[in-house]
């Protein structure tokens, strides 16, 4: 038996070579498709309430809403009573929510105006597999898919 202190000062005893079981991050993947307000500001809102109940989230652009993590993008969004989209957006990657844009196609987002210097900070560029690597084992968990 081997007594030790935990960071609350507290003695915890447990059997030698018993491994402590560490509670599982729950973790909420959000797929972003539109520029909508309707669907943009409820993704920021979830992924900020995600994170600020301890969960790990992750905010996924594509199609569309491309245009939100574009370099002023988001201050053009507004929704009746509520702040611009920007301060949501910053709000989330300040909480620890990653925000990603989806990079289909050098192509596409060149015709697009997506660059990495044309990201908002914090955005960076993640492809599909990278995201379904994150997110799928993170559904096998109980984790969450949202697509909005």
Do not use: W
């Not at 935990?6 to 447990?14: A, R, T």
């Not at 990278?130 to 949202?146: Q, S, T």
């Amino acid at each position: 038996m081997v007594d030790e202190k935990e960071g609350d000062g507290k003695s915890k005893s447990h059997e030698e070579g018993d491994e402590e079981e560490e509670e599982e991050v729950q973790e909420v993947h959000i797929v972003l498709l539109s520029k909508e307000p309707s669907r943009a500001y409820p993704a920021f809102v979830l992924a900020l309430g995600s994170v600020t109940m301890g969960a790990k989230c992750k905010v996924y652009c594509t199609m569309d809403a491309l245009e939100i993590v574009k370099k002023g993008g988001a201050s053009k969004i507004t929704l009746a009573g509520a702040p611009p989209l920007e301060k949501y957006l910053k709000d989330a990657i300040a909480a620890g929510v990653k925000v990603t844009a989806c990079g289909p196609s050098k192509e596409m987002l060149i015709q697009m105006g997506i660059r990495k210097d044309t990201l908002e900070e914090g955005v960076e560029f993640e492809d599909v597999i990278g995201f379904l690597n994150e997110a799928l084992p993170a559904a096998k968990k109980g984790g969450m898919i949202v697509f909005l």
